[in-house]
Nanobody
Framework: QVQLVESGGGLAQAGGSLRLSCVVSGGTFSRTAMGWFRQAPGKEREFVAVISWSGSSTFYADSVKGRFTIYRDNAKNTVYLRMNSLKPEDTAVYYC???????????????WGQGTQVTVSS
């Protein structure tokens, strides 16, 4: 019943930018911490960023800190990931997830979107 739908992925050149969106329906978005994860072929799922339900706290993986920004608009039930200065190693399927408490552990997330592909050329 709870659905998360990502969009905004695509092909970018190294140094370029993309903005990912995740729209949540069927649940209480305003009290749900939201995270972004990514998974490249043959690699384990990797934490990217998380934002608290209020938006007052954010945490980033070291690999994206300073380049990516997570933010949310609770009135629109949407969480975003703005990705600047993209690198080829950012290439992956990006997933958004919802959790009762902000965490970097994907096993603690209750809901997931279908993912959106991000490809960065080298």
């Amino acid at each position: 019943q709870v659905q998360l739908v990502e969009s905004g992925g695509g092909l970018a050149q190294a140094g370029g930018s993309l903005r990912l969106s995740c729209v949540v329906s069927g649940g209480t978005f305003s009290r749900t911490a939201m995270g972004w994860f990514r998974q490249a072929p043959g690699k384990e799922r990797e934490f990217v960023a998380v934002i608290s339900w209020s938006g007052s706290s954010t945490f980033y993986a070291d690999s994206v800190k300073g380049r990516f920004t997570i933010y949310r608009d609770n009135a629109k039930n949407t969480v975003y990931l703005r990705m600047n200065s993209l690198k080829p190693e950012d290439t992956a399927v990006y997933y958004c997830g919802g959790t009762t408490i902000a965490t970097m552990n994907p096993d603690e997330y209750d809901y997931w979107g279908q993912g959106t592909q991000v490809t960065v050329s080298s």
